[in-house]
Nanobody
Framework: QVRLVESGGGLVQAGGSLRLSCVAS????????MCWYRQAPGKQRELVAT???????SYADSMKDRFTISRDNTKNTVYLQMNSLKPEDTAVYYC???????????????WGQGTQVTVSS
């Protein structure tokens, strides 16, 4: 199985920055695309950013000028650098990975447990 663990969330003042990390672990797998989602209280989960294995990125329009997604394939880790944070960025941030497991061969969508980001005004 493949497991994702996020870290780096916390409380920050408006205008501040945070860097989230998400590490994939397990045996006999390959990580393909990786994404960050977020879910604010009372709202649906929304896609924040995506990065392919080759490093191509895409962002939600409201975040593309402030957030940067990156990855280190040697560490099976994806990052989300968040700058100029706003109170409306307050949410639980989730990492998602599209993984290929070799034995038995199958593709999986794997989610992390989430990390809380709170931005105070």
């Amino acid at each position: 199985q493949v497991r994702l663990v996020e870290s780096g969330g916390g409380l920050v003042q408006a205008g501040g920055s945070l860097r989230l990390s998400c590490v994939a672990s397990g045996r006999g797998f390959r990580i393909n695309d990786m994404c960050w989602y977020r879910q604010a209280p009372g709202k649906q989960r929304e896609l924040v950013a995506t990065i392919t294995k080759g490093g191509s990125t895409s962002y939600a329009d409201s975040m593309k000028d402030r957030f940067t997604i990156s990855r280190d394939n040697t560490k099976n880790t994806v990052y989300l650098q968040m700058n100029s944070l706003k109170p409306e960025d307050t949410a639980v941030y989730y990492c998602k990975a599209d993984a290929t497991v070799y034995i038995p061969y199958r593709n999986l969508a794997v989610w992390g447990q989430g990390t809380q980001v709170t931005v105070s005004s």
